[in-house]
């Protein structure tokens, strides 16, 4: 047997998966994101996040395992709000496992323990909102603990919330092993998913390798930029952080959403590209609205140096998508983070879903696609091709922060292989 580590998801070694661990009749406690749309009468409205966990819930179920679950929904600050129970989730839960799921009450306490207690082999329990306590959020140790009591083994199936050091995604862990026996934690299916795909496109990629970054602001990209930049060997960069680099070349963007303090960062990001090699694909024209940015406004097409002091840029062009299109279809491996325009309003959705088939495309000749970021992901919906890339982030900001090459606490405390 080999002692030299895998290839590392996040710079971090290989993580252990719920395979590499005995499950068998054990209390499994399941991370879960259960964090799903709910509608005035309590019914589930998307249940995506349901089933994405399913793969790891059945495995338990086959295994005999006694499978905890436990997840946060939506934002109760620290105290029970009867319209934010996982009620509904579990109702949804039962439905497509087609056997009972048992809800909890809470998710610490003795009458969970006793529930826990009475659990049988293939029994599934789920518990309450974990942010009705509010050490959930603060990692507090004795809550952590508590959580860790209930169970022979942790699974994080979570990767939606591994950017966050809560209780139930790290001081389970962290805490939860003081004193007790023995408590493994790993991995999922949907997080060792995620691991796999996020981190084999950034740490083993297959060359030519594409980032096409887009989205509002430089500003909550700059990490991304600055950690993609001596990986890829193009970058695309679209949307409206893509004014600021215009602007950092010289070009006036007009009323454009501007970052103008960071033009000497797009000028310097600019550099290090050219000096790192990386081949830089900015716009070359753009769809601009006159007067005002609504979906209504009038708008038309505009080459760089003819944009006026009241347009505002709200879409890449038709060039530049064909421009875009072309260099990622020689690529075989493709990341893609921030929509190209504003997408939110139809007549400027484009070019952002011009990308999205882009990929689509690229993935049908055999390339490896990951989306990533909550908007990006929600662009792909509307552009009907989530089916169509090769892997689709489930966690937005866990997902930037990955990216961004960050620790993530709900992944680094998991057992490496
Ligand atoms: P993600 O969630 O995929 O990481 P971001 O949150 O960074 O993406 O960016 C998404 C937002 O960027 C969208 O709301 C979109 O309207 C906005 N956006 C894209 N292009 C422009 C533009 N040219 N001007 C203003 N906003 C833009
Ligand atoms: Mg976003």
């Known amino acids: 047997m080999s002692t030299v580590p895998e290839p590392a998801p996040g710079g971090q070694a290989a993580k252990k998966s719920v395979r590499d661990v005995d499950v068998r009749g054990k209390r499994v406690l399941v991370r879960v994101d259960f964090n799903v749309p709910l509608d005035p009468a309590g019914q589930v409205t998307d249940d995506s996040r349901i089933r994405a966990a399913l793969p790891t819930i059945q495995y338990l179920i086959g295994q005999d395992a006694k499978t905890i679950l436990c997840s946060h929904l939506g934002r109760p600050k620290g105290a029970p709000v009867e319209g934010l129970r ?39 329990l789920m518990l309450e909102n974990l942010r009705f306590h509010p050490q959930e959020e603060a990692n507090d140790p004795d809550f952590a603990r508590q959580l860790a009591a209930l169970a022979d083994v942790y699974v994080n199936d979570a990767f939606g919330s591994a950017h966050r050091a809560h209780a139930s995604t790290a001081g ?15 991995a999922g299916f949907l997080m ?48 409206g952080m893509a004014n600021t680099f215009l602007k950092a070349q010289g070009y006036e963007v007009g009323s454009s959403l501007l970052e103008t303090d960071l033009t000497p960062t797009a000028r310097d990001l600019l550099a290090k590209a050219q000096a790192a090699n990386v081949k830089v694909l900015l716009p070359v024209d753009v769809v601009v609205t006159e007067g005002k940015v609504a979906a209504d406004a009038p708008h038309h097409t505009a080459d760089l140096g003819s944009i006026g002091m009241n347009e505002a840029i709200v879409d890449i062009g038709q060039m530049t998508i064909e421009v875009f299109g072309a260099e990622l279809l020689t690529c075989q491996t493709i990341l893609w983070n921030g929509p190209m325009g504003i997408f939110e309003m139809q007549p400027f959705a484009e070019g952002t879903i011009a990308i999205a088939e882009a990929l689509a495309e690229a993935t049908r000749n055999g390339s490896t696609t990951v989306v990533g970021g909550g908007d990006s992901v929600a662009a792909l919906e509307v552009a009907g ?18 990216l961004e090459g960050k620790t993530l606490p709900g992944v680094a405390l998991l057992d490496e292989k």
């Open 385 to 402: 091709l989530t089916d169509a890339v090769s892997h689709v982030s489930t966690g937005g900001g866990a997902s930037l922060e990955f």
């Open 86 to 124: 996982l009620a509904p989730a579990s109702r949804r839960l039962a439905e497509l496992l087609n056997r009972p799921v048992a809800q909890a009450r809470d998710c610490v306490g003795p009458d969970v323990q006793s529930q826990v207690d009475h659990m049988k082999p293939g029994d599934v």
């Open 172 to 186: 389970v862990v962290q805490f939860g092993r003081q004193g007790a026996a023995e408590l493994p934690a790993v």
């Open 192 to 239: 060792q998913q995620e691991l796999d795909a996020l981190g084999g496109a950034l740490h083993n990629p297959e060359h030519p390798f594409a980032a096409v970054i887009g989205g509002a602001k430089v500003s909550s990209k700059l990490g991304v930029l600055a950690h993609l930049l001596d990986k890829v060997d193009v970058l695309v960069i679209g949307g």
